[in-house]
């Protein structure tokens, strides 16, 4: 992949992309308009094409859902997973209970309580082809059912996405955006250019239906759950006045940014459902539970290789519909999910390696998920099996009321019912806020990949999503978009396996450029002499003044020399005196070399804190010190300049050069 020496020519102003913006705001208007004015038109039209999709390309998903997964556990194990999602010497942006809360509020957290008990019930009552209903096949059937549904797959598809914008964002200091992880494949050109702008709109478009009809399920088992507890009645007036409550929440958490609104909102949420999971277990038939908690995981996994590619193929129709309706259904609609979910989760995941990304998002979810799937279905599936009835024709009929069904049999039901409402209110705030962010961002030019975009921008996609989301409601249009999600599903998942083609070639490039620089040099630094001058440098620790001095009279001087004999001998160089990348000001040399990858040795002022001990010859006790530190195409070096000759600079110069040709030659 070429840099061209035109990328850090100027500095990127923020501001709206009206490619990106205009053109998915026309796109969604469009298809909102026609679900509200021909709502039994486009619902039957839309669930032909499900149909069409399920019954053509099933076979497909099941394929490409596996190739995700696999995919992404082997970059976990392989050699690669060691390297940061940002430079080497990065720390994690947030500790590890935090981002595991934000994951999981962003991925799924408003469906769990929806399909938690209701789902099981299902394939327990209505299983697929060759399960008699109600038996005790079913029984032990239904659970890791809905683990196939909710677990590793899925996950996989959204580690596969995320990994690949936070490589791009973070490692090669590209703007976090969808477009962003085909730069190696179709190159900077296409990628800033119509092909760029038109996978962001497909993103925002994706997004923006997908999580209005979340909010539409949310606001549907909301209103359920009022009912429940206050007898507040079901209708358009209390579903509207939830809708922009909840929206003016998100919008308030939206403006505080990821650090603090998404974040805290998100930790309250996790530990209120932990809490919620051990009441429904302690206050049940806690042994059995346990018991088929255990037996479940086994199942999951002994039947996980013939369930990920089984397409009913020999069950004749009634197969084929139960497959349309239920696991491709759930592969398309994570698809269609993976560009909002992918992008929050790279937005929230700097500083971690690849292996620590690859197993927290695939494995940290699952977990929970088996907790709750499995103590909610058990519970429900007992209840049911044990003569009650209308816990399961609730579940059947009204998916929506599973949940408050099945703490009527338990003590403190309107507590559980209450706790349910607010910790559903909170996961639909969360998915809103996130969305308003993942929106903005996409929808900007010019922004930090660890920045986001401006309040306004963010508040008006909040206020965007609930407009949609009233609209829709009054409309009747939450399943015309629904399908519209799904069916946006197929055309992305070839974008997902284009991120896997271009995320293994950067590796491979990462992989050779580490054996580059594996090579040994002639470091020849004074053959020893000056030792004593050499041990003042390692254990000096200068202000800015003499540093900034010390850049412009030795490094600026060295690069200057270099740069002119590169160029006299044909090549094409430039120089930089006020370079400035990631916040840090200093000298930029790059070295042109065609299609191939251009050469980058930078140096940069960075601020750095003093150690505790020090030379009785300092008499100084700054709290902080600067370094001169050498930056390559990968990021800083972590190793300082400072003290360094013009000599030894040339030398570390000429060093860096050899490995950047031994890593061209590798990647001949």
């Not at 507040?232 to 308030?252: G, M, N």
């Not at 309107?414 to 639909?428: E, P």
């Not at 195409?633 to 000429?654: A, M, N, P, R």
């Amino acid at each position: 992949m070429n840099n061209s020496f035109s990328d850090n020519e100027t500095t990127q102003v923020l501001r709206l992309n009206k490619t990106v913006f205009l053109g998915s705001a026309i796109i969604s208007i469009i298809l909102i308009v026609w679900t509200i004015l021909f709502p039994d038109y486009s619902q039957a039209l839309l669930s032909s094409g499900m149909t069409w999709v399920s019954d053509n390309f099933g076979w497909y998903y099941m394929l490409a859902v596996a190739a995700y997964s696999i995919f992404a556990i082997f970059v976990g194990v392989s050699s690669y997973g060691n390297i940061k999602l940002g430079q080497d010497q990065e720390k994690a942006q947030f500790p590890f209970l935090a981002w595991a809360a934000m994951l999981f509020s962003a991925g799924i957290g408003i469906d769990l309580l929806f399909f938690g008990a209701s789902e099981p019930l299902m394939h327990y009552l209505t299983p697929h082809a060759g399960i008699e209903p109600a038996s005790a096949e079913a029984m032990r059937a239904a659970i890791p059912q809905a683990f196939l549904h909710w677990g590793l797959h899925g996950w996989g598809i959204y580690a596969l996405i995320g990994m690949a914008l936070a490589y791009f964002a973070y490692r090669k200091n590209m703007p976090l955006a969808l477009r962003s992880a085909l730069t190696p494949i179709f190159g900077e050109k296409l990628v800033k250019g119509w092909l760029g702008d038109s996978v962001d709109t497909f993103g925002v478009v994706c997004t923006l239906m997908g999580i209005s009809t979340s909010l539409g399920i949310g606001v549907l088992q909301a209103n359920a759950g009022l009912t429940h507890v206050f007898g507040i009645e079901s209708s358009k007036l209390v579903q509207s006045i939830i809708i922009i409550t909840v929206v003016i929440a998100a919008a308030l958490s939206a403006m505080t940014g990821v650090e603090k609104g998404v974040r805290r909102l998100s930790e309250f949420n996790m530990f209120t459902a932990i809490l919620l999971l051990i009441a429904v277990l302690v206050m049940g038939n806690t042994v059995h539970l346990f018991n088929a908690f255990t037996q479940n995981i086994g199942d999951y996994f002994q039947s996980i290789l013939v369930k990920t590619f089984d397409v009913y193929a020999y069950e004749g129709k009634s197969g084929a519909e139960w497959k349309s309706w239920w696991t491709v259904f759930f592969w398309a609609w994570w698809v269609a999910w993976a560009p909002f979910v992918g992008l929050f989760i790279a937005r929230i995941s700097r500083g971690r390696t690849l292996r620590e990304f690859v197993f927290g998002v695939m494995f940290i979810p699952l977990g929970f998920i088996f907790a709750w799937f499995s103590i909610f279905g058990n519970s429900a599936i007992d209840l049911v099996a044990g003569g009650a009835k209308e816990l399961g024709e609730t579940a059947i009929n009204n998916a929506a009321m599973g949940m408050f069904a099945l703490f009527e049999y338990y003590p403190y039901s309107n507590i559980l019912s209450f706790s349910g409402v607010i910790i559903g209110l909170i996961f639909f705030i969360t998915s809103a806020d996130s969305g308003a962010l993942v929106l903005s961002n996409l929808s900007s030019r010019g922004l930090e990949n660890d920045a986001d975009a401006p309040i306004w921008l963010r508040l008006f996609w909040a206020s965007a999503t609930g407009a949609i989301t009233l609209g829709l409601l009054f409309a009747g249009g939450f399943s015309s978009l629904q399908s519209v999600s799904v069916i946006a599903g197929l055309p992305f998942s070839i974008i997902l396996i284009l991120y896997m083609i271009s995320i293994w070639k950067s590796l491979k490039q990462e992989g050779n450029k580490r054996k580059a620089n594996a090579t040994d040099t002639a470091n020849v630094i004074n053959s020893g002499k000056n030792w004593k001058a050499r041990l003042q440098r390692i254990v000096n620790f200068p202000n800015k003044n003499q540093v900034e001095v010390f850049m412009q009279s030795v490094v600026l001087t060295a690069m200057q020399e270099v740069s002119k004999e590169l160029q006299t001998g044909g090549l094409q160089t430039r120089l930089v005196e006020n370079a400035e990348h990631q916040g840090f000001k200093g000298l930029s040399l790059k070295v042109g070399h065609g299609d191939e990858t251009d050469f980058v040795y930078e140096v940069y002022l960075v601020k750095a804190e003093r150690p505790s001990f020090t030379l009785n010859t300092q008499t100084t006790h700054a709290e902080y010190y600067y370094r001169a530190e050498v930056f390559l195409d990968e990021g800083s070096q972590e190793y300082d300049l400072v003290g360094y000759t013009k000599e030894q600079v040339l030398v570390d110069i000429l060093n860096q050069y050899e490995r950047h040709m031994q890593y061209l030659h590798l990647e001949r």
